[in-house]
């Protein structure tokens, strides 16, 4: 048996700085005798004392949690957010559970001369609140990447006051905003638009022995409003990706070859291609020879291949070959006029356009020393109560222009109470990271369905 502690987590509740409450937590992993895991979670003042448990978890050697009590000491705001497995605190308590659970493993492991097992891992992860699903090998760097990211968090950053959180819809899927009102959902087809809290991907090594940053983005944050509307006209999407020229002439190859050599064996690597280049040039013809040597004489003078061009009208096969250079990110453009047909339909216009203004805006640190990314935004176009089998779908995207006309028709005019006749707004969605094959997935049934 073993146990460890993790370091103190700050969890911020609340949408503005006046009603922001700042609450600390600690969490305590314990090995069982029997192969299980024990996570106990406390509540704490800012250094980690006054410790006053809010919830003990405990999971069986076959990875099944066979306890989950929520203590009487919880409030009942910690009850409702250790029950939603996207709340802040139940986020932090996963990545405290896992540094404190990979420590205590490891110290069990240590003690019985073994390792930390894939088995001890997923174990440690379900207690924390995860699916045990991406438990990983042991990261032979021993970097903590959670460790890395909370050096430049901006988490403890509060708001500048007047910064909302909250729009219409936010936790109502059947509320929210729409045009027209009588959108008849259950008969219509309609594109849905949730504004949801942005999750910044973090900064750290990929996880286990994987190399660069963190693989995929975080699920994004909750609904913080919705708006929904009949889908547009000419409604498309563009897939692509970018390709471009590349050259390689035969002396830029066999360089390249000289420096794998002596990145992989150094200088008997360096010798040994060294010699296979001069054999291969002094076996080919006094032709080629010759072209070689006007080469370098036009690279010693910055005239290039003008030598070998003037004297024999050739230049070296630069082997030209279009070649993928990387993917592209999705923009998507959605045109909407609106005229009201009552005061209730006009008012439903207004909000609209407010809350895709001001969910679009920078947020303001209270500090106003930074700027945070505006609020991003999830789009789904459904039929029957579901995804449109038969249009694409959307990755999480950034709203990044709204142009507003508001005199559509080329005439300024208002009803009685100022509001304008009409409305006409044009939205330039683009989604955050690009799409990739596996996002089709790979179905033993090929589907009948667009996907992305």
Do not use: W
């Amino acid at each position: 048996m073993a146990s460890a502690t993790s370091s103190v987590s700050m969890v911020s509740r609340g949408t503005s700085v006046r009603n922001r409450v700042k609450s600390y937590y600690k969490t305590e992993v314990i090995t069982l005798a029997n192969g299980g895991t024990q996570r106990t979670t406390y509540r704490t003042d800012k250094k980690g004392n006054n410790a006053v448990q809010i919830q003990q978890v405990v999971v069986d050697v076959n990875n099944t949690i066979t306890s989950n009590e929520i203590s009487s000491n919880a409030s009942k705001v910690e009850v409702r957010d250790l029950n939603n497995p996207d709340s802040r605190l139940r986020i932090a308590i996963k990545d405290q559970t896992k540094s404190a659970g990979n420590v205590a493993r490891k110290n069990d492991a240590d003690a019985a001369g073994g390792g930390l097992t894939d088995v001890g891992r997923k174990n440690v992860e379900i207690a924390g609140g995860g699916s045990g699903n991406t438990a990983n090998a042991e990261d032979s760097t021993n970097v903590d990447s959670s460790a890395v990211a909370e050096l430049i968090t901006l988490e403890n950053e509060d708001m500048k006051e007047g910064t909302r959180n909250r729009f219409p819809g936010a936790g109502n899927p059947a509320g929210g905003l729409r045009y027209p009102l009588d959108l008849a959902e259950q008969t219509q087809d309609f594109l849905r638009i949730e504004m949801v809290e942005y999750q910044p991907r973090g900064f750290g090594p990929g996880e286990g022995t994987a190399l660069g940053l963190t693989a995929d983005r975080p699920t994004p944050g909750p609904t913080i409003g919705r708006i929904t509307l009949p889908i547009a006209a000419g409604i498309k999407d563009v897939n692509a990706v970018e390709f471009g020229n590349g050259n390689m002439n035969v002396l830029e190859a066999e360089s390249a070859f000289l420096a794998l050599n002596i990145i992989d064996k150094g200088a008997e690597g360096f010798m040994s291609a060294a010699e296979g280049i001069s054999g291969r040039i002094q076996t080919n013809n006094q032709s080629i020879q010759n072209a070689l040597t006007a080469f370098f004489a036009g690279a010693a003078t910055g005239t290039g291949q003008q030598v070998l061009q003037r004297a024999a009208g050739a230049v070296f096969n630069p082997n030209l070959e279009l070649l993928f250079k990387g993917p592209s990110l999705r923009p998507f453009n959605f045109t909407y006029k609106m005229s009201a047909r009552s005061k209730e339909e006009g008012d439903q216009i207004i909000q609209i356009i407010r809350m895709l203004k001001q969910g679009m805006a920078p947020r303001r640190t209270a500090s106003n020393l930074f700027l945070k990314t505006p609020h991003t935004f999830r789009l789904r176009y459904i039929q029957n109560g579901a995804d449109h089998k038969f249009l694409n779908k959307f990755k999480e995207c950034a709203l990044q222009s709204l142009q507003v006309e508001y005199a559509p028709e080329g005439t300024y005019a208002t009803f009685s109470d100022g509001k304008m006749v009409s409305y006409q707004i044009s939205m330039t969605f683009q989604e955050l990271e690009p799409v990739f094959n596996d996002d089709y997935k790979d179905d033993s049934v090929f589907p009948t369905e667009i996907g992305f």
